[in-house]
């Protein structure tokens, strides 16, 4: 399934290139976090085997949207590519975080859970909230996830299940087949809030809130959760409460925690964490 998801030869990726150019680089900012939509240029493959160069696709988006660096059409996904470049500068200058340090050193000091069963829920997509889970599925069985719902994933493990990102950084680049080093962990540290311009720790994903907002209908939810696919629409993000109300029995699992009361305490894990005056490894890079 996955090698019919992408090519990987140069010229297949310079055809996508070209296309995604001329026909959806001016609408990627409108369509680029909506996971059931086809809005992205799909090119990390291409660029992670090296069949396409961040210059070619440089220079592609200024033929086909010569205004993209006045902040014109094509500018976000600029905006994109140049996060890649950016992270794997810092893995140059700071070559430790290829061995697991936080690039803000206090984060080291968060205490992580080891709980075995609610990772490996996450990587099953067993985890009750369907956003999670059907990102993890499409990740599973094509080896690619849309980059909001690779945010989406990453925020669960860590501020939901406060489970240690490097574990689903190593998770992430064991399946992706646009797997980079660089961009997988400044991916990571940024949703961990661990990484330079990191999102802050207490900015942290309501899951159900994202679903309802990124993938309203549940076309994308339904398409790798078939055991949704009786639930009504408007009930696709907490499936659980309809089941209850319908006194039926899905074939998916309940919430394997409880959002609110996870948030409470990732908080004072982080504000804990962030007291402590022993300075951690990751403070030199």
């Known amino acids: 399934m996955i090698a019919s998801c992408f090519a990987a030869d140069e010229k297949s990726a310079i055809a996508r290139l070209r296309g995604f ?32 160069s961040p210059r070619q696709c440089l220079h592609r988006l200024l033929v086909e949207q010569p205004r993209a660096l006045d902040g014109e059409a094509g500018a976000v996904w600029l905006n994109e590519l140049i996060w890649r470049e950016f992270y794997r500068h810092l893995m140059v200058y700071y070559p430790n975080l290829c061995k697991g340090r936080p690039f803000i050193g206090w984060t080291d000091n968060v205490a992580w859970l080891d709980d075995k ?122 499936p659980w409460l309809w089941a209850e109300k319908q006194g039926v029995k899905l074939d998916y699992p309940r919430p394997i925690v409880d959002h609110k009361q996870a948030r409470l305490e990732t908080l004072a894990a982080w504000e804990a964490a962030r007291e402590l005056k022993t300075p951690s490894p990751g403070d030199e890079p």
């Not at 900012?29 to 090296?50: F, Y």
């Open 21 to 52: 150019c001329q026909q959806k680089a001016a609408d990627y900012e409108q369509q680029r976090d909506l996971p059931a939509v086809e809005g992205t240029s799909r090119l990390s493959p291409c660029l992670a085997v090296g069949a396409l």
């Open 117 to 238: 069963s609610a990772l490996q829920a996450w990587q099953r997509g067993q985890t009750g909230f369907p956003i999670v889970d059907a990102a993890m599925r499409q990740l599973n069985a094509t080896g690619w996830m849309h980059n909001r719902l690779r945010m989406i994933v990453a925020s669960f493990l860590v501020k939901d299940l406060r489970i240690d990102w490097r574990l689903g950084e190593r998770y992430f680049i064991e399946q992706l087949i646009d797997g980079d080093l660089a961009a997988n962990n400044g991916g990571w540290q940024w949703a961990a809030s661990t990484g330079t311009d990191a999102a802050p720790y207490f900015r942290i994903f309501n899951p159900t809130t994202q679903g309802e907002r990124f993938d309203k209908a549940g076309r994308f939810i339904r398409h790798w959760l078939p055991e949704l696919a009786g639930v009504p629409e408007k009930a696709v993000h907490q």
